[in-house]
Structure formats: C-alpha cells, structure tokens
C-alpha cells in the first residue's frame, strides 16, 4: 500500500492550533452537496408542504406563496401537527428565520424508508433558521419515527441557559428504527449535545444512519448536562453492557464539532465538552471530519474528547482531524480516544496540539461497573504532532500514542493492537514520552505490535515509556523496524529499566527487525514539527503490514 499518512497527515500545523476551523479538503461527500429540491412537477404538489413567514396555518402548505386557494403555512407548531406520507416534503424558506421547535412522534408518519423518505429542509435560496431559544426546547425532536432526511437548515439554541439538544432523534421502543439522514446541518447555541441520536431502551437504537456535512459548534455549556458532545450517537443505558449495540452501519462524514466547550458538572460520568462521540454501535465509519477546540470548560471529573469511539465493534476512523482539545482535569482532552472497541481500524488521522495523548485505546473496569475491553485494533499510517499540552502527566500517557489499561472495579485487559507505520513528533519534554504504556488495573496489557513507526522526540522527550503501577499488572509488547531520533537525550523507560542509547535498547531484544534504525528521521521528515513532511517519507516503506483488515 502507498504511504499516504505524511501526505494526508501533515506534520505541519507548528506549535500552536490555528483559531479557524478548516473544513476537509479531501474526499466527498457521500450523498453529495446538498442542492435544492426539484420544482413540483405540477402547479399544485400535494406531497410538498411549504412554510413561510407570508404564509398562514389556514393555507394547505402547497404553495410557495399564498393564492387563490393554495399558500404556505406559518408557524413550526403547524408542521408538528400534521401528518404527513412517504415521500413527502416539508420545506422552509430559505434564508427565513422560523421561532419554535420541530416536533415529531410515531403518528407523524409511518411507513418512510430510504428509497421514499419524508424530507424536512429548505426551498429557495439558502438555508432556513429554526430558531428555538424563546422556548428552550430542542430546535428537531423526533422520537420513535424512521425514513427521513433532514437537510439544509440551522437550529439556533438560547445559549446554553437550558439543558436541551439541538437535533435529537430518539427511540424509546425495543425495535430498531432506520434509514436517517442528516446532512448540511448547522447547531450552535444548545446547552446539551448539538447533535443526539439516541437508543433509550437496552435494544433500541437505529441502522443505517447517516450524518454528512454536519456542523457543531458552541453546544454543551449548560450547568448539569453531563456527558454531552458537539455530536453524540449512542445509547441512554448506563453502563453499557458488553457486546452489546444498539446501532448499526452508521456514517459520519465530513461533519464539524467546534468550541464546544461543556460544563463544570461533576456527576459521573462526564466528557462534557467532547467533539463527536460515537458508542454503542457495531459497523460504522467517522472520516474527513474535524474536532476542534472542545472541552475549555469542561470540569474536574473525567474529561473531554475531540473524536471518541466506546463500547463499539468493526468501526474506521478514517482522514479526519483533531486539534486543540482540552481537559480541565488530569483526565482526557485526547485527540482520538478507543474505550471498549473492538475489530476496528484507525487510519490516516491526523492529531496534534491537544491537552492529552494524540492517540488514547484503552481498557477499563470502573467502580460504577461500567466494563469497556478494547481488543483488535489496527492504528496505523497516522500521525501525532506536539500533542499533550497538560501540565501533568499522573497516568504516564504518551504524548502522541497511549495504550492504557485502567481498572477501579475489577480487572481488566488490553489485547490484540497493532501499531505500524504511523508518525509521531513528540515536544512536551520530561512530562511525557512520546509512546507510553499505562497499565493501572490487575491485569495486562498483552499481544502489541509496534511496527514500522517513525518516532521523533524534541526537548529531551523519551521515546518510549512504560510502568507498570498496580500490583499483578503485566505489560508485553514487541517493537520490530521503528526508527526512532531524539534531538537531545535518547531515553527509554521499560518497565522499571532506562536505556539511554538505542544499541542498548535493541541489545535488550526489545527492538528486532532488520530494519530498525536510529538518527535518520530529520533527514526523512522535513522541517520537523513546523511544515509539511517530504514525499516519500515514512519509514521502511516497503515493508509489509503486520495485518490486513
């Protein structure tokens, strides 16, 4: 396979995190730009409903202006009452701001499905605004319906003062619900999740779920909202049991979380602030999305995530971007987090200037009996670059990749990860090695496979470290052609024993392999740490995968 992560991933981006979020360049949109919905093919659609501020709740909503005896209806609380057939559309002027919520329940509709949706968007030029902040509720609540878009509209929340969501779709049954769509979508201004696409039983939960060129920014601020995410698909039960999804084959592409910056609420658990977190689901992809600048007020007890996948089977998380995510505890601020995720493949994913570890997986058994194992996974052809901006470093993550194993309800273990030809620059100094093993639980960290890997330690950062901090906790792991450069002091923690040159290290029979190298990499990656990386540069490039996924 060509290496394309440095030319995906640039190492670029310096030391600081840019104040703009850039929208991916790279790709397409699954189901297109949005464009505006064909013209009626007669002077009077019955299957379209239009709504203007012109029009009245009197009107039968199939016209775009009022006539004779057709016009548009007036008012959201119109269009939530109404019922409505496959295929039908309910259009909002655009450029218009309409005042209230949009509601809708299993007696809205039923019968919808992907080939013949019920479509909710705009009509005209550009987007219509649902503006929900004099009734602090949701600007879209749709509770136990399938078979629709939503498309082309901005939700406008109050600003945080209430906990609500912007967009929330739920099911409450025992049944799965399918084929969504939402797409064009911009929510700002809710104090809950921008986005919340929810299962509120044990087996409920929706397939074939689609979110495409979402944007969700300054979300998650009200004071008690715990757990809340610029956009969250997932599951109401807690703790999630294992093996347990209640979604399936889910998109999220090309989708924006930005600033969303949570709240201080302690109650457990809390990720207040996290950018787009997907749990609970088995078959789903996340690719060319951002998470950017989430969690600066997020509170003391755990912490924020810009991309977080948990208590998930067979996902890729593919081409996007995280950056300036931040923590207010010594917990998280991650740029990508895995928790309880399994058969799964992480790939050309760029990280950099986050408060914690650019790369988190983990395994945890916590005291509110919350058991998340995370086994067979690939990360790889990803890049890290001056993450961990914390000024504490208690549960020795790594600055670019942490694999952890954490326990405080019973063991636990971390199995099956394969690390290879990804790229990290590593700056933060003493605080943090650039690859760091935490294992706090009584159990192990066993079967791991880092490989091929270009690692790049400035100001003194050690390459490797690893500590083993609970009684009965094991770590193992093999190291086979890494090439690694430390600018200043080479340093390795292994498990209670430092090795300060790289021959010594390999000496060990740590590191195998005969490509394994030493003192090369500034010549492979150009500017390092402050431009964009020279073609052609991942290490040992014509070696194989370790594994093919």
């Known amino acids: 396979m060509r290496r394309v992560a440095v030319a995906f991933c640039l190492i670029a981006a310096a030391t600081s995190a840019p104040s703009k979020v850039l929208r991916p360049r790279i790709g397409r949109a699954v189901h297109g730009p949005w464009s505006p919905p064909p013209p009626p093919g007669s002077p009077v659609d019955r299957t379209v409903f239009y709504v203007s501020p012109s029009g009245s709740d009197a009107n039968d909503g199939h016209a775009q202006t009022t006539g004779q005896r057709h016009g548009p209806w007036l008012t959201l609380g119109k269009v939530s009452a109404g019922h409505y057939n496959p295929g039908d559309r309910i259009l909002f002027q655009g450029g218009q701001t309409f005042s209230g919520s949009l509601s809708f329940n299993a007696s809205s509709w039923t019968g919808a499905t992907a080939s013949n949706p019920v479509t909710i968007g705009s009509f005209g030029s550009g987007a219509a605004t649902i503006n929900s902040s004099a009734v602090s509720t949701e600007g879209f609540h749709a509770v136990d319906v399938e078979g629709f878009i939503l498309e082309n509209l901005k939700f406008v929340g109050n600003g945080g003062s209430s906990w609500t969501n912007g967009v929330s779709v739920l099911n409450t049954g025992n049944t799965e619900l399918k084929d969504i769509i939402l797409r064009h979508l911009d929510v700002t201004g809710y104090g809950g999740n921008g986005v919340d696409i929810a299962g509120d039983e044990d087996r409920s939960g929706y397939e074939n779920l689609t979110l495409s060129y979402v944007t969700s920014h300054s979300n998650t601020t009200h004071i008690g909202s715990v757990s809340t995410s610029g956009i969250y698909i997932g599951s109401r039960t807690r703790p999630e049991p294992p093996g347990h999804w209640v979604n399936k084959h889910v998109l999220i592409d090309h989708c924006i979380a930005d600033s969303n910056p949570g709240n201080s609420s302690p109650p457990y658990p ?122 504490t470093n208690p549960w020795n993550y790594g600055e670019g990749i942490t694999l952890g194993n954490s326990n405080q309800g019973g063991p636990s273990n971390l199995t099956n990860i394969d690390v290879y030809n990804n790229t990290v620059y590593a700056s933060s100094g003493a605080l943090a090695p650039a690859i760091g093993f935490s294992n706090w639980a009584n159990g192990a960290i066993s079967n791991i496979r880092v490989a091929n890997n270009i690692i790049y330690s400035a100001n003194n950062t050690k390459l490797i470290g690893a500590a083993n901090n609970a009684g009965g906790a094991t770590t193992s792991a093999t190291f086979t052609n890494n090439n690694y450069y430390a600018t200043g002091t080479f340093a390795i923690d292994w498990l209670g024993t430092t090795y300060s040159t790289w021959s010594a290290w390999r000496a060990a029979g740590n590191e195998t392999g005969v490509n394994a190298a030493q003192g090369n990499a500034n010549r492979i990656l150009a500017a390092s740490g402050h431009g964009p990386p020279r073609r052609g540069s991942s290490a040992n490039q014509r070696t194989r995968p370790l594994r093919s996924r």
């Open 270 to 391: 809390n990720w207040s602030g996290s950018g787009i977190m997907l749990s609970s689901t088995q078959g789903g992809t996340i690719q060319y999305s951002v998470a950017a600048n989430n969690g600066a007020a997020s509170g003391p007890s755990y912490g924020p995530v810009g991309i977080f996948v948990a208590h998930s089977d067979k996902i890729n998380v593919q081409y996007n971007e995280a950056y300036g995510n931040w923590s207010s505890s010594q917990y998280d601020g991650d740029g990508f987090d895995f928790e309880g995720v399994s058969n799964s493949v992480v790939q050309y994913n760029y990280s950099h200037d986050n408060y914690s570890t650019g790369f988190f997986v983990n395994s945890y058994v916590d005291s509110h009996g919350d058991k998340a194992i995370t086994h067979d996974l690939v990360l790889r052809y990803n890049v890290s670059q001056n993450d961990h901006r914390s000024p």
